[in-house]
């Protein structure tokens, strides 16, 4: 079945230090969806993307929908230690069923150091 | 406010026990999912409902059940031929299939 490749796995960056990661899929996607989860909370959507190119801010959040379509790009800014978490990708195949199934990447584990 | 509510935060089975757990959404939502979260793994769909009364089997339905009666309401029974139970539920809803998933806080399921 379809899969996700979120890059990369985990990170350690210091306090101030801008963050990138990435999600790339081996099909077309119609939607990419960035989450960040607290440990033993509900993930909590950050920014939603519908359309190819589409670059959208959330905050010091800005993620992009990749224009071949297979991909999808979140970036952190000026980093502080609130921003620790996991981050995952989500996103929905083209053509795929009406329900909208959406796969997940594994998550990018991020840790800030003050 | 808003939102989706899950209870309770942690449960307890013991063998040979069905358990529900309970999701309820103030968005007006039509489309609700439950998925099972374990260490090491990403989100898979146990089942999801695009309208009241109806249901479908996601990826791992197996000792799983549910019911769609109200638009608001979307609970998961954990059956006791679910062997194995252990793992962090998550309930979503958006507000028609092919728009963004919100999630509620999660509840953790423990066998005793």
């Known amino acids: 079945g379809q899969q996700l490749n979120q890059s990369p796995q985990s990170m350690f960056i210091q306090e101030g230090e801008d963050v990138s990661m990435n999600c790339t899929s081996s099909?077309?996607?119609?939607?990419w969806l960035w989450y960040k989860q607290d440990p033993g909370e509900g993930p909590v959507l950050l920014i939603a993307?519908?359309?190819?190119?589409e670059l959208t801010s959330n905050g010091r959040l800005t993620a992009q929908f990749g224009i071949t379509r297979k991909d999808s790009f979140l970036n952190i800014s000026a980093s502080i230690p609130s921003d620790v978490g996991i981050y995952f990708c989500a996103g929905r195949e083209a053509g795929g069923t009406s329900y909208g199934k959406l796969t997940f990447g594994q998550g990018t584990i991020l840790t800030v150091h003050p | 406010d808003g939102g989706i509510t899950q209870s309770p935060k942690y449960l307890f089975r013991k063998e040979g026990q069905n358990v529900t757990l309970s999701c309820e959404q103030n968005?007006?939502?039509?489309?609700m999912y439950w998925y099972r979260q374990d260490p090491g793994q990403g989100l898979r769909l146990i089942y999801y409902?695009?309208?009241?009364?109806?249901?479908q089997k996601g990826d791992i339905a197996e000792g799983y059940s549910v019911s769609r009666e109200k638009k608001e309401s979307f609970p998961l029974t954990v059956t006791s031929a679910q062997k194995n139970p252990t793992a962090f539920y998550l309930c979503a809803s958006s507000i028609e299939g092919r728009r963004a998933q919100y999630f509620g806080p999660g509840t953790r399921l423990l066998v005793l």
């Open positions: 993307l519908y359309k190819a190119g």
């Open positions: 968005l007006n939502h039509d489309a």
């Open positions: 409902s695009q309208i009241v009364n109806d249901f």
């Open positions: 099909s077309i996607f119609n939607t």
